[in-house]
């Protein structure tokens, strides 16, 4: 059991590595509230720049602190490609739909 | 296994398929927990999609000070760094270094525990100022007429936080047990019972907190089912995959700061 999880991390592990993505995730996030405080994009802008940021945070820790980048290619894909899925037809089928209720009976 | 499948050939069973490598190239436990995870995100995701909906249709109030920023993202730190000792703790558990995984283990604990308090500080300091749920206990004195009015006239602000970041610090409360666990097993129950006992007789009744803290009893409850039923030595694998669960945790607080604190920040 130990052996068949040591061999996983063999060979492509440093922990240096692990801090340098600690590091630019603390970065991240004080560009976050820097940008908030600065003002700099309009409300709408700023709320997509920081998803980006978000997804950039996200996706470090799901490939390193998560070791998802490590795994075999078919689970890597098997959960971006469905757990993305998901969310896209979270965000372009249900919200759309759910502002459709707030026209219903405007003409 | 090579006796079990002469022991299967001799009896004519068959035996095609029975010991093939697992789909995944993972152990079962793993490829469990990825699969709560996937679930649990798109809990997650569908009350921040729900959240992003309320807001777009709603005057939105933006009242959180420069000093709940601050705090806020100090415990965004805390949680990052906390993944980067559970990080150092899969690989103290790799090399069968138990010390060194009991002490990441804990440091990862200790972030956050620092998270859980600044953010029922957090609550505490809102709740006192005004901004409240009806079946949250009510402040004596609202010190902030803002918070009043935003609790009155715009309800859906205070749900959507305190809905959000409720499930959020339930999820860090479940990690913090789920990792004492790992690294302590049976001795960590007592811990637990001490801090709900101590919790609940030395918060005050009028703060929320004073009935929240009996998740830490739900908690001992289950984790002693658990090492009831299942009493054993964990070992490297259910630390990286306790590991994976908490830095899920810190992964959709990656969300929750910036649409949540950061874009309701009051700019003066």
Known sequence: ?107 | MADATLQHDAVGHETHGEFEAPLFGAYSKKVGMWLFLASDSLTFGALLVAFCYVRSYTDWPTPFHVQSIINSTIMTGCLLSSSLTMVMGVFAAQRGDRAWTRNWLLATMAFGTAFIVLHGMEWTKLIGEGLTLPIFPKPATPTDVEMVNISKNTPQFAATFFGLTAMHMLHVTVGVMYLGVIAFRKWFLPVIGVLWLAGYLLIPSDNVFHWGIHVLLVGLIVASTILFLKSKDYDAQDVEVAGLYWHFVDLVWMFIFPLVYLLSTKIT
């Open chain 1, 1 to 107: 059991m130990h052996d068949t999880a040591a061999d996983e991390y063999s060979g492509h592990d440093s922990k240096a590595q692990y801090f340098w993505v600690w590091g630019a995730l603390l970065v991240l996030t004080a560009i976050e509230v820097v940008l908030v405080y600065k003002q700099i994009f309009s409300p709408v802008r700023m709320l997509e720049v920081l998803l980006v940021l978000s997804i950039i945070k996200s996706a470090l820790i799901i490939a390193y602190f998560m070791h998802l980048k490590f795994e075999r290619a078919i689970m890597r894909w098997m959960l971006v490609i469905s757990v993305s899925a998901c969310f896209v037809i979270m965000y372009f089928f249900f919200f759309p739909d759910a502002g459709r209720v707030l026209r219903l009976g405007v003409h």
